[in-house]
């Protein structure tokens, strides 16, 4: 007959397994009622697969920072509002699948406030994808050669949260266009997606430059989006500064 310490392996509760291990070198199971272990081991053993599972989120998304809410700037010239990030940071707005469009000059902090949100829908067990726009958009591109389109699609779908990044600094061509389309359609009011871009947004229907794609594409954020403009000097030239 197998011992605990094996059967939990076995079992892969491996939270739980270490908790035990603990409990008996430390003889701590002594001062527990069979209640009091059992709570112990089954919260250790959450604990373990909640972080293994931001892990496996946190790698998979790919993000440009390592950043985090409790290190954003709200300074008064940055334009950014504590309040609105806080009700962003509980994730509503992916479970309601809305919308983010992020604006602001070069270095004012946009990715990073990007990642931020993204790093914290990790936290809270949602999927995240983190693209620079051009990149995706070869990427969907190469995939229609290749015959692996839908896949790609389906599994850009099936994201809880969609970051793109540097929006509109490269031309699309028509396929990119329609492709970005289909990317926005399949998310609209389904699945949450933020879009940073230092162009200002009335200027996002001469980026996609195809009025009747634009207005398609644009339609479905303009008037349900939570919108951040950051303002304030280039971050990257403060640090440099400082350095």
Not at 133 to 155: F, P
Request: proline share 1%; hydrophobic share 35%.
């Amino acid at each position: 007959m197998m011992n605990i310490e094996t059967q939990m392996s076995h079992l892969r509760l491996h939270g739980m397994r270490r908790a035990w291990t603990t409990m008996m070198e430390t003889r701590s199971h002594l001062e527990l009622s069979l209640q009091e272990g059992l709570e112990l081991l089954l919260q250790t053993e959450s604990e373990e697969r909640d972080h293994r599972r931001y892990d496996r989120l946190k790698k998979s998304a790919h993000f440009r920072y390592q950043a985090s809410i409790e290190k954003l700037d709200y300074s008064p010239a940055r334009g950014l509002d504590k309040s609105l990030v806080q009700r962003l940071a509980t994730g509503e707005y992916i479970t309601q699948g809305q919308s983010i469009l992020i604006t602001g000059a070069t270095g004012c902090g946009k990715s990073f406030l990007a990642s931020a949100l993204g790093f914290q829908a990790c936290h809270q067990g949602y999927s995240v994808a983190y693209f620079n726009t051009q990149k995706l958009l070869i990427r969907t591109k190469l995939s229609r050669v290749e015959g692996t389109s839908l896949k790609l699609l389906e599994k850009l779908s099936k994201t809880s949260l969609l970051i793109l990044d540097d929006f509109g600094l490269s031309s699309m061509d028509k396929s990119q266009q329609l492709d970005l389309m289909e990317i926005i359609e399949d998310r609209h009011a389904k699945a949450a997606t933020i879009i940073v871009s230092q162009i200002p947004i009335p200027n996002w229907f001469d980026i996609i430059d195809e009025a009747t794609i634009a207005d398609a594409i644009l339609d479905r954020f303009i008037h349900t989006s939570h919108r951040i403009d950051l303002k304030g000097d280039s971050l990257r030239k403060k640090s440099v500064n400082l350095s």
